[in-house]
């Protein structure tokens, strides 16, 4: 016969209970954690991939880090500080008016948008078009320049036939 237990479970439990939520929390992939940010500027931008995954935009598209965080490198503190001069509004909207701004926020002479739409960072000087930037802007201006950026309302889903 197994003993009847009654009353609370001794105090080792609870703590070996809390050893293994903060253990396992540790192993959930830091993938799964990403902010809300992230998935508003892969969406605005048109991204392709899974909102998942660190190669469709990397951490360091906004920060120094490769894991987030702090500190941020020039292009996120474009945004913090879009953020901070107009609380009102979202981040999306931040965004499209940084990128609209035309400001070249790591200072390798390609704006902002420029290389947001070229696919590579614009923090990082290191990360730039190799495209020429007078055909790439070309390019960018009959795709049709940064308000292909603009915060769009969502898209309804279909109505099921009758």
Do not use: I
């Not at 609370?8 to 439990?13: C, G, Q, R, Y």
């Not at 009959?142 to 309302?153: C, L």
């Amino acid at each position: 016969m197994a003993p009847k237990l009654t009353g609370s479970a001794p105090v080792w439990a609870a703590g070996a209970g809390t050893v293994l939520l903060l253990v396992g929390a540790a192993l959930v992939p830091s993938a799964l954690a990403r902010p809300a940010y992230r998935e508003v500027t892969v969406r605005q931008l048109g991204y392709p991939g899974s909102l998942l995954s660190r190669t469709t935009m990397p951490c360091t598209f906004c920060h120094v880090n490769e894991r987030g965080g702090a500190p941020w490198n020039s292009f996120g503190e474009a945004l913090k500080g879009e953020l901070g001069r107009r609380p009102d509004v979202k981040f999306g909207t931040a965004l499209h008016e940084v990128l609209s701004a035309n400001g070249d926020s790591d200072g390798d002479g390609y704006a902002d948008a420029l290389e947001v739409f070229a696919r590579t960072r614009p923090g990082d000087a290191d990360s730039r078009p190799k495209e020429p930037e007078t055909s790439l802007r070309a390019r960018f201006e009959e795709a049709g320049g940064a308000a292909q950026y603009r915060v769009r309302p969502p898209t309804k889903p279909p109505s099921p036939a009758r």
